[in-house]
């Protein structure tokens, strides 16, 4: 069965940076975009960014371009998500993704990771 474990989040300083990581088994990693999603307090779950299954071409949202980057280790079956430059409103819980398809078209399947949480705070 698909499984996606989350890691690498913590409390950090504005301007800080952290590095997620999202093991992954039950599925051929190669044929699947993934993405990343995050759910702050009191908010609905947002999608953060996306690469598509070779890595070639990656999309983010809006508020976090620039400052993160997602990228991919298929070998070794984990996706990443490097996050810099933090800011308190990064603040949420991340989650990461298996797509439906190769390609970033928004869809994901409803396998869903214990999620690793990020604080940003002074």
């Known amino acids: 069965q698909v499984q996606l474990v989350e890691s690498g989040g913590g409390l950090v300083q504005p301007g800080g940076s952290l590095k997620l990581s999202c093991a992954t088994s039950?599925?051929?990693?190669?044929?699947?975009?993934m993405g990343w999603f995050r759910q702050a307090p009191g908010k609905e779950r947002e999608g953060v960014a996306c690469i598509t299954h070779s890595g070639a071409e990656t999309t983010y949202l809006d508020s976090v371009k620039g400052r993160f980057t997602i990228s991919r280790d298929n070998l070794n079956h984990t996706a990443y998500l490097q996050m810099n430059t933090l800011k308190p409103e990064d603040t949420a819980v991340y989650y990461c993704?298996?797509?439906?398809?190769?390609?970033?078209?928004?869809?994901?399947?409803?396998?869903w990771g214990q999620g690793t949480p990020v604080t940003v705070s002074s």
């Open positions: 039950g599925f051929t990693l190669d044929y699947y975009a």
């Open positions: 993704a298996k797509g439906t398809g190769p390609y970033c078209s928004g869809h994901y399947s409803p396998y």
